[in-house]
């Protein structure tokens, strides 16, 4: 029988294994640092490059921004002027243009013509007929090729944003800036590859309600995710250091960390891993670039009068300022969400709203580009999710419009783009795309096009088969093209 004082001195096998388990891992973890030793100096390439073999051809665009204006802009107030509901306003639309088309809030309604709510005239050389809602971009209509005969597949403004955003109405699949930046990197050291900015108006009709999801990176590898800046406070949650925090400190942190994640990664590789090591970088390089980004007190007085600006204000105009900034330090893909465009109801008032955030800004932004050199080499998108009615949808004598998927216009410039033209038709009510059809996959495919990438090669395997932003649909439209 063992003595007590034995009995102090020994201990069970499990009791052993839990003490000795501090030992081990303190060993661990001096055999680890040593090794981060050794790693510290493999980096993450600070400009992330893209795939082996792109671009598959010279590319006529550098980078993309997309002008997203959130809600969907009607066509026949914009951009495609309609004169028969002029003659027909008020009467019923012919049922041979309606029946059994997909209808969305006017459902069981009487469908009425609506007469445009605004003028048209001719702007510029190219004589492009452009509203007067839109003044600022009627005076660049011969930089511009309006697209008046898009046409999607959703009514409903969620999905019409995923399918314009990823080429599809199913959740979760990748975003044309994360295909982008997939396939051709980011030529910044310092700042995300892929940026989305939104804003809204102060005195508009309802902010569209905007997903992240929307410029998610799907099942691609995570660090292709477009990364979103708030327009007040931080830009960036928990980009800064916690009180008492110097940047020394913080880079010694980030240092180990990615010392250890890659010292992991040698023996078992995991693109999350790389991911994860390249975004501790990325966060701690962006808490300069970012705070630098944001302040335009340098921009040159007659710079800031161009976008209308006084200050940093979260606006459109300001987006628009940070949009062309982001262009010149590198960013492949940004997007820009003005959240104001739905207008059901008061459209003549609403939609002057969201006309004047964003006509001046807009036209700005393209004229800027064009002072620095810029816009041959930057594609610039502008337009909605879908259209509206050619039909009235009233409530309480406040007219307005309902979604429309058949028709829409968007405007393409810059980048490889054919100025001063107008591609496509709609039918005289301006319900059905009728002439030089363009579907949201044909968009995409000439946006990567003009990217220098062939939108059929750029695939991703996943869940047994090859995806790719276009699906298995996608024509490049080649009459746009300078």
């Not at 709510?117 to 007929?129: A, D, I, L, T, Y």
């Not at 898009?150 to 979760?172: C, E, F, K, R």
């Amino acid at each position: 029988m063992l003595s007590m004082e034995m009995n102090h001195t020994m201990c069970h096998r499990r009791t052993f294994l839990a003490r000795a388990s501090l030992g081990l891992g303190a060993a661990s973890l001096a055999t680890l640092s040593s090794a981060f030793a050794a790693n510290s100096g493999a980096k993450v390439n600070a400009i992330a490059p893209g795939l082996s073999g792109l671009p598959h051809f010279p590319a006529r665009a550098k980078r993309v921004i997309f002008l997203c204006m959130a809600g969907g802009p009607s066509h026949l107030e914009t951009f495609d002027h309609k004169p028969k509901l002029a003659e027909l306003h008020g009467q019923p639309m012919p049922e041979s243009v309606t029946q059994g088309q997909p209808i969305a809030q006017l459902q069981g309604q009487k469908l009425l013509c609506q007469a445009p709510m605004f003028k048209f005239s001719r702007h510029g050389e190219s004589g492009q007929e452009i509203s007067e809602i839109l003044p600022q971009i009627g005076s660049i209509a011969d930089d511009i090729c309006i697209v008046r005969s898009l046409h999607t597949d959703q009514i409903n403004h969620d999905p019409a944003h995923t399918v314009m955003n990823t080429g599809t109405s199913i959740s979760g699949r990748p975003s044309m800036g994360a295909w982008a930046t997939y396939g051709l990197g980011s030529e910044c050291a310092d700042l995300p590859g892929f940026v989305v900015l939104t804003s809204t108006s102060q005195d508009g009709r309802s902010p569209q309600p905007i997903a992240a999801r929307q410029w998610h990176s799907g099942f691609l590898p995570s660090r292709f995710q477009g990364v979103a800046f708030a327009s007040h406070g931080d830009p960036v949650h928990y980009l800064g250091n916690p009180p008492g925090v110097t940047r020394a400190q913080q880079q010694q942190l980030v240092e180990t960390v990615s010392g250890l994640d890659a010292y992991r990664n040698r023996g078992q590789v995991d693109p999350e891993v790389d991911t994860r090591i390249a975004q501790y970088e990325m966060a701690f390089r962006m808490q300069m670039s970012v705070p630098e980004l944001r302040d335009i007190s340098q921009e040159p007085q007659h710079v800031l009068d161009l976008y209308g600006l006084k200050e940093a204000d979260g606006s459109f105009a300001y987006n628009c300022l940070l949009a062309r900034r982001l262009a010149e330090r590198g960013v492949r893909f940004i997007q820009l969400y003005h959240r104001d465009w739905d207008h059901h109801n008061d459209l003549v008032r609403y939609m002057g709203v969201s006309a004047r955030d964003c006509d001046s800004a807009t036209a700005a932004l393209v004229r800027d580009l064009k002072r620095l050199g810029m816009l041959d080499e930057t594609l610039i998108v502008w337009g909605g999710e879908f259209g509206r009615t050619p039909m009235a949808q009233s409530n309480k004598g406040n007219v307005g419009r309902d979604h429309h998927m058949r028709a829409f216009s968007m405007f393409l410039c810059g980048g490889g783009i054919k100025p001063g033209i107008t591609h496509g038709a709609t039918d005289e009510f301006g319900y059905h795309a009728t002439e030089d059809i363009v579907h949201v996959h044909d968009l995409h495919a000439t946006m990567l096009h003009l990217l220098g990438i062939d939108h059929k090669r750029l695939t991703y395997p996943y869940q047994g088969r090859d995806f790719r932003l276009t699906d298995v649909e996608g024509h490049v439209v080649h009459k746009i093209l300078a």
